[in-house]
């Protein structure tokens, strides 16, 4: 009988379209905003990493200046003859190329080209802890609303069954075997159940919107989900802590920033180095005046030269920017402490949170079972008159109440081993 009354839920929603989990998560990563910016952050970190942004290669340079001049001029030469011009036009060009090099800057260069390596390596690893939290999130998304659909289904099928109390009673009340009464306490379980029919619609509805929110598509679409989903039941700690100490992004952010600190005390240590550097460069010049003993001049070619230079004095914020970077670095150092134990308390709380979900899974079948049975009999006995209303409405509740905690529980295990597989860094499809 109950097959019956799911067969009709099933036929009703078989027309939409049957997304997967794969499928899901395959637009996810396509197409979550949050991932595409991540993904934009690690492009920019990767284009980083190149010498000229550490300052090891040279730069060179083309200049080029046109300066013209009027003036009124006078001048007094050393026999005494006096010589004025007005308006008196005058010229200055100039241009060239040139190339500067820092040879040596204390190992600053290198330092800092290392910190670039280690920036990439951070971009990497805040992607990856993006896409596993956006992937923990779309399978919650996606199991809560196969929840949903199975909770659809039961209240559908209370639905069916007060439908079919309402007709049965409405009969008996017409051959005389039954009361007014009877039809009437039918007909308002029968709303009753349809106002929590329509009121799980509405969740369900709300969980779709939600999943194609997260996965970066058209919130209006309409679809359906995998009927049922399974449950791994032997994960173990021991494992799943050696994971986490090895793949957990969070931690490994950790390090790469106590890393980066590390760099940027070597970058400030530099200052206490002379900076050497080379300087070359092709030059032409010309210069013309109205008046004066030359009235052009001009000039062309090379020029080299090497140049130095050392941090003598600088009240004392050489020392101080080394201490301030050490202290950076501890801090660091306590950053990932804490961070570490903050996720081994996750695991640690997500692992007993598994154990106890699967032993109310186990609990909650055996109970669903014996609810069904129940119903089957209580309903059969119904159609043959030998129970009252109260009879056939207790063995009806017990049943829903009982496939609503098992939806419930086998959901909370399915979040639970999602919980514990983020956390490890070991989500797989």
Excluded at 62 to 79: A, H, L, P, Y
Excluded at 153 to 162: E, L
Excluded at 401 to 407: E, P, Q
Aim: charged letters at 20%; proline letters at 1%.
């Amino acid at each position: 009988m109950l097959l019956i009354f799911c067969g009709i839920y099933a036929c009703s929603s078989s027309a939409q379209e049957l997304l997967t989990l794969e499928e899901a998560v395959r637009i996810t990563l396509e197409k979550n905003y949050s991932i595409l910016i991540s993904k934009n952050d690690v492009d920019i970190a990767d284009r980083n990493v190149n010498l000229a942004n550490a300052g090891m290669l040279p730069s060179v340079s083309g200049t080029f200046n046109n300066n013209n001049t009027i003036q009124n001029s006078t001048q007094t030469r050393e026999t005494g003859v006096v010589t004025e011009r007005n308006n008196a036009r005058g010229n200055t060009l100039n241009y060239g190329v040139g190339l500067n090099w820092t040879v040596f800057d204390g190992f600053r260069m290198f330092a800092r080209y290392d910190q670039l390596k280690e920036l990439q390596r951070l971009g990497d690893a805040n992607l990856q802890l993006n896409v596993l939290s956006t992937l923990g999130d779309v399978m919650e998304r996606y199991y809560n609303l196969v929840q949903q659909q199975q909770q659809l289904k039961a209240f559908d099928t209370a639905v069916s069954i007060s439908r079919l109390r309402v007709k049965t009673a409405q009969t008996r009340f017409e051959v005389g075997k039954a009361a007014r009464l009877e039809v009437l306490n039918a007909q308002v379980d029968y709303n009753t159940d349809t106002t929590n029919y329509l009121q799980q619609q509405v969740m369900h509805r709300t969980s779709q919107i939600a999943l194609n929110e997260i996965m970066g598509r058209d919130v209006n679409v309409e679809f359906r989900v995998a009927d049922s989903f399974e449950i791994e039941e032997r994960l173990v700690f021991a494992e799943l802590l050696s994971h986490t100490m090895q793949q957990n992004p969070a931690l490994l952010a950790a390090l790469i920033s106590k890393r980066i600190a590390e760099l940027d005390l070597k970058q400030v240590k530099a200052n206490r180095y002379p900076v050497i550097g080379l300087s070359s460069g092709y030059n032409f010049n010309r210069s013309e005046s109205a008046l004066g003993f030359a009235t052009q001049t001009s000039g062309r070619g090379f020029n080299y030269g090497l140049n130095a230079s050392i941090n003598i004095f600088n009240g004392f914020l050489q020392r101080r920017n080394e201490k301030n970077s050490e202290v950076l670095i501890r801090s660091a150092e306590l950053d990932y402490q804490r961070i570490n134990q903050s996720i081994n308390a996750q695991l640690a709380s997500a692992y007993q949170t598994y154990l106890t979900s699967l032993s109310l899974v186990k609990l909650e079948e055996s109970n669903q079972k014996i609810a069904s049975q129940n119903l089957d009999i209580t309903l059969t006995r119904y159609r043959l008159g030998t129970i009252t209303q109260v009879e056939i409405r207790d063995a009806q509740l017990n049943y829903l109440n009982a496939t609503v905690r098992l939806n419930n529980s086998r959901y909370q295990a399915k979040l639970a081993e999602v919980s514990l597989k983020e956390i490890s860094g070991s989500i797989k499809l």
